[in-house]
């Protein structure tokens, strides 16, 4: 799985936003949804990489796509 170093989680969300998802609640971690899939995005700057990596493959997108959105 390649890696995804420094990626702001701020900048995440936004990036999750575009493909339709939205916050759900907040806390220590952020709970995006998009209706069928639940994401958790930790409040860390930056994300650790392979962390952003799970993140970004059960969002059901591959790293490419991801990168496109940021």
Do not use: C
């Not at 998009?34 to 952003?52: D, E, F, K, Q, Y």
């Amino acid at each position: 799985m390649p890696k995804f170093p420094g990626v702001n989680h701020l900048n995440a969300v936004r990036a999750f936003e575009k493909i339709g998802f939205w916050i759900t609640r907040q806390g220590r971690h952020i709970v995006m949804t998009n209706g069928s899939r639940i994401l958790i995005i930790p409040r860390h700057n930056p994300v650790n990489a392979i962390t952003m990596g799970n993140i970004i493959r059960d969002a059901g997108l591959t790293n490419d796509e991801f990168r496109r959105l940021l």
